[in-house]
């Protein structure tokens, strides 16, 4: 059994009562909407940010509740919308195995059903009686995503990424909903101002670092990681190891950039994008940058942890703590 799995059944009954909201809420009366809601059901990830809003409402001072369930069913909601866009953005044919929304429906039928998700999580906040403080940190959250997106395609096409611009994007992008999912669950629960601002400190480090990671994973071979590996060498996206393997051989920087930028995904010949893709990975792989964002993974980690310590002692401040381990584990 795996670590989240375990967390889930702890969480029980209050997970029972996110899987029920969840299912409750996209009820529709079109026929289609209700076959693709349920073909995404079926096949959910891990659903780390309603995970971590529930526990972290048990782990505090407060009082775990139904605003608790609708703030983590509303983070779910979502974190699905923005896989549902970015799917077509990205031309994604599949995503965990199975054929994305985009392939298996429609372009159109996956942008729409973002769209209606991202509506229905904020009409659940709204209809449990959420602060106007819980829908704007959503609202806000909502607007770093888009914004996140946008500068990371900026800066994919110009390739003049650095490190701050890098952990912008990644703030904006995956952090930010960490933060709200717990920031919310910790407000609705009543816990004390102390406490929602240590979990907060903590979502935001495990945010950075479950992105940091992902990025990782895209150097090692599919495998190794079970994702398809160098998509983001094949997208032109300058992420941490990278960056740390400038950072080990500057003299080379300008020379892997301006080689970055002769991938072009409409290029007839694929042999040539995918040498280059290669010479890229070797670069990385040769310079420590692997190394070296493992280590700048496991700093931000030690910083989420060290977020608890303000927390009682808990077998969910333990489940928190067992989450963030996992991921310094490649």
């Not at 076959?35 to 526990?55: C, D, F, T, V, W």
């Not at 866009?85 to 392939?103: A, F, Y």
């Not at 994702?227 to 892997?256: G, H, W, Y």
């Amino acid at each position: 059994m795996t670590v989240f799995e375990e967390i889930k059944l702890k969480l029980s009954p209050f997970w029972d009562d996110f899987e029920k909201l969840m299912s409750s809420a996209l009820v529709s009366k079109s026929n289609m909407l209700n076959a693709i809601n349920n073909y995404l059901l079926e096949a959910s990830g891990k659903q780390l940010r309603p995970m971590l809003a529930i526990a972290v409402a048990n782990a505090g001072s407060g009082l775990c509740n139904d605003k608790v369930v609708a703030c983590a069913a509303a983070s779910e909601l979502i974190h699905t919308a923005t896989l549902l866009h970015d799917d077509v953005v990205d031309d994604s044919d599949k995503r965990r195995g199975r054929l994305t929304v985009k392939n298996a429906f429609s372009p159109g039928a996956s942008l729409l059903l973002g769209d209606y998700w991202l509506t229905k999580a904020i009409n659940l906040l709204i209809t449990r009686g959420c602060s106007s403080e819980v829908l704007s940190l959503f609202a806000g959250t909502l607007e770093a995503l888009a914004e996140g997106e946008l500068i990371q395609m900026e800066l994919a096409e110009s390739l003049e990424t650095g490190y701050g611009d890098y952990e912008e994007i990644i703030s904006r992008k995956t952090a930010s909903l960490f933060v709200a999912s717990v920031k919310s669950s910790a407000i609705v629960s009543e816990m004390p101002s102390g406490e929602i601002d240590a979990v907060s400190r903590y979502a935001y480090n495990l945010g950075l670092s479950f992105q940091m990671r992902d990025d990782i994973l895209d150097y090692y071979p599919t495998s190794v990681s079970g994702k398809d590996s160098n998509c983001d060498i094949e997208e032109r996206k300058v992420t941490l190891p990278l960056l740390c393997a400038f950072s080990n051989n500057p003299q080379m920087e300008s020379e892997i950039r301006n080689l970055m930028r002769t991938i072009d995904p409409m290029h007839p010949d694929k042999e040539r994008n995918a040498a280059v893709v290669t010479q890229v990975r070797n670069f990385v792989i040769n310079n420590g940058g692997l190394e070296s964002a493992s280590e700048i993974l496991g700093n931000k980690l030690k910083e989420a942890i060290g977020a608890l310590s303000v927390l009682g002692d808990s077998y969910y401040k333990e489940a928190l703590t067992s989450l963030a381990l996992s991921l310094q584990r490649i």
